[in-house]
């Protein structure tokens, strides 16, 4: 498996992980409204789960690419990982909103 199959099945895992956890991000929100003043929440979770997976999926890239010597992520790198989280967000809405 070459490290782009890796870095998508990292994004995908990710993308599970985060999912399985959106319970308890609803009772965070619930609990600290007052404080967060979220308008809706089930928005909220999903952008609070793409920004983990981009964030996750750009410093697992940078990794894989000082393993190799190749330097940091360049900007055209950034957007492989964005479009690899992107082909996911029909499931990700699908599973938040539903």
């Not at 998508?8 to 308890?24: F, G, H, P, W, Y």
């Amino acid at each position: 498996m070459g490290w782009e199959e890796d870095l998508q099945a990292m994004i995908t895992n990710t993308v599970e992980l985060a999912i399985s956890q959106k319970d308890s991000y609803f009772k965070e929100i619930e609990a600290s409204n007052q404080l967060l003043n979220v308008k809706d929440p089930k928005e909220y979770v999903f952008g609070l789960i793409m920004g983990q997976v981009l964030m996750g999926g750009i410093g697992t890239l940078a990794s894989i690419k000082m393993q190799q010597g190749l330097g940091n992520p360049t900007p055209q790198d950034q957007l492989m990982v964005r479009d690899m989280l992107y082909k996911l967000v029909p499931q990700i809405r699908e599973r938040i909103f539903e």
